[in-house]
């Protein structure tokens, strides 16, 4: 079994920076980490994906704002958020896909709003 546990959110003013992070229990041999976030009355959306070969995707409505990176030593992928807006306000969570598993972590809140 492998945790991933969210932290970071909070309440931003528009304009502003959050960085999150996503802390694995133990290494996670995976192709992918991924952030997602789901906002109230939508569909979960896939945000940023970071491969084991650190290659990086995001989803347009984040592009040039967002950037997902890891820290193998720690088990922990980041995902720095900057110029954030309103309609950024969602939970934010992690997940991975493994051979023995898909794991998601419980999700942190993030609130943009003056």
């Known amino acids: 079994q492998v945790q991933l546990v969210e932290s970071g959110g909070g309440l931003v003013q528009p304009g502003g920076s959050l960085r999150l992070s996503c802390a694995a229990s133990?290494?996670?041999?995976?192709?992918?980490m991924r952030w997602y976030r789901q906002a109230p009355g939508k569909q979960r959306e896939l945000v940023a994906t970071?491969?084991?070969?650190?290659?990086?995707s995001y989803a347009d409505s984040v592009k040039g704002r967002f950037t997902i990176s890891r820290d193998s030593t720690t088990n922990t992928v980041y995902l720095q958020m900057n110029s954030l807006k309103p309609g950024d306000t969602a939970v934010y969570l992690c997940?991975?896909?493994?051979?023995?598993?898909?794991?998601w972590g419980q999700g942190t809140q993030v609130t943009v709003s003056s």
């Open positions: 970071i491969t084991s070969g650190g290659i990086t």
């Open positions: 133990r290494r996670i041999f995976t192709d992918a």
């Open positions: 997940n991975a896909v493994t051979p023995s598993g898909v794991y």
